[in-house]
């Protein structure tokens, strides 16, 4: 395992390396990977974290190295090609955000922070492609994978314990998910209030919603 970790950790960096030289060689001029298609360097990037991604587990995050690392490229990631990242089906998608949802609540704050900060950064990207009917370019790929993050980080703000240090960050991405999946918070939101045995708080949740909102 030790050597599996060794190698794992080598061909994170070299992603890492690779998506930060990308979008820094990008930085004068067009977008890396806001926009179509993007650069060849994006793809080769994604094509190596979907070989990687199967080898990242929770249990494997536990090593701060590798769970720093697998972050950083996560953030990068997210940064360089949003469009890219956005267009990953679901089988790619989804253990990605298990990552994320599990980075949340880990005791490290520069880890559990930079988790929630690539979280924010994909949900403020599907904003600017937010569409009348409420669709964004993830959830035409993913219908359901921004609203079980909300779900995820809501039930984490409002009934577990976490790290109070990435509380700020917590809120803006709550934010950012809450401006995607409008519908979703409401609700989710009404079951709270419902939940509240006294009224007086029923009403107090009610309006915190309604001034979100």
């Known amino acids: 395992r030790e050597w599996l970790?060794?190698?794992?950790?080598a061909v994170l960096q070299l992603l890492l390396h690779l998506a930060r030289k990308d979008l820094a060689d990008f930085s004068e001029g067009s977008d890396a990977g806001g926009g179509g298609a993007g650069s060849?360097?994006?793809?080769?990037?994604?094509?190596?974290?979907?070989?990687?991604?199967?080898?990242?587990?929770?249990?494997?995050l536990e090593y701060p190295q590798l769970a720093r690392d697998f972050f950083s490229l996560l953030g990068s990631l997210v940064e360089a090609y949003p469009h890219k990242v956005s267009m990953l089906e679901?089988?790619?998608?989804?253990?990605?955000?298990?990552?994320?949802?599990?980075?949340?609540?880990?005791?490290?704050?520069d880890l559990a922070r930079a988790s929630i900060e690539a979280v924010d950064a994909l949900a403020t990207y599907q904003i600017s492609t937010l569409q009348g009917d409420g669709s964004y370019l993830l959830k035409q790929r993913n219908p359901e994978a921004l609203a079980r993050t909300l779900e995820t980080l809501l039930s984490i703000l409002l009934f577990r314990q976490f790290n109070r240090s990435v509380l700020d960050s917590a809120c803006d991405a709550l934010h950012?998910?809450?401006?995607?999946?409008?519908?979703?918070f409401t609700?989710?939101?009404?079951?709270?209030?419902?939940?509240?045995?006294?009224?007086?708080?029923?009403?107090?949740?009610?309006?915190a919603t309604g001034r979100l909102l």
Do not use: N
């Open 187 to 207: 609700g989710l939101m009404t079951q709270v209030m419902q939940s509240q045995v006294i009224e007086s708080r029923q009403k107090q949740v009610g309006e």
């Open 90 to 109: 679901a089988g790619s998608m989804d253990p990605i955000l298990a990552c994320l949802h599990h980075g949340f609540q880990m005791a490290d704050s």
């Open 176 to 184: 950012s998910l809450m401006w995607c999946e409008q519908a979703r």
């Open 5 to 9: 970790r060794g190698h794992l950790l």
């Open 40 to 60: 060849s360097v994006g793809d080769v990037v994604l094509y190596g974290m979907s070989l990687v991604q199967p080898l990242v587990t929770p249990e494997s």
